[in-house]
């Protein structure tokens, strides 16, 4: 397989950058959190839906980690916020019970799906004008990026 021009794979790093930039701007942050309804951290949203992606039936802290690409140290601490906060309850492990497993509480499962809603919702406002097929082709490609991605730490 030919690998993509130059040009090409520095567009597609400009507009990943430019994509991260744009979605994290204090405005969109504010519209987000304004639309949701309820102040929370972010870091409170990522670490939900963090757990809720863990393969396995145990998610636990260093699963969090991973996900979100962070310390143990730094996972625990999102972790503990997340408790403190009642979005989450550790509960002793089936298999090991000297590991805490992770569960999301009704409240943080509820939070988590309001979360999912506003966010496809911004989504669906951005690519208003585009076809059915384009917004499945770039989810598709972006989701073959990610896995693609996810190799080059194995």
Avoid: C, N
Avoid at 68 to 87: C, E, I, P
């Amino acid at each position: 397989m030919r690998s993509p021009a130059p040009s090409a794979l520095r567009t597609l790093d400009d507009a990943l950058t430019g994509l991260r930039r744009v979605w994290l701007r204090p405005g969109r942050r504010r519209r987000f959190l304004a639309e949701l309804g309820e102040p929370v951290e972010l870091a409170v949203l990522r670490t939900l839906r963090a757990i809720e992606l863990v393969d396995g039936d145990e998610p636990g802290v260093s699963d969090v980690a991973a996900a979100l690409g962070v310390k143990t140290s730094t996972a625990s601490r999102m972790v503990d916020d997340a408790v403190t906060q009642g979005y989450v309850t550790r509960v002793a492990s089936e298999v090991d019970r000297r590991r805490a497993v992770l569960q999301l509480t009704s409240e943080g499962a509820r939070l988590l799906g309001r979360a999912t809603q506003v966010r496809e919702s911004l989504l669906a406002e951005v690519t208003a004008d585009w076809s059915h097929e384009d917004v499945a082709t770039l989810a598709g490609l972006l989701e073959r990026l990610q896995h693609d991605f996810a190799r080059l730490d194995r």
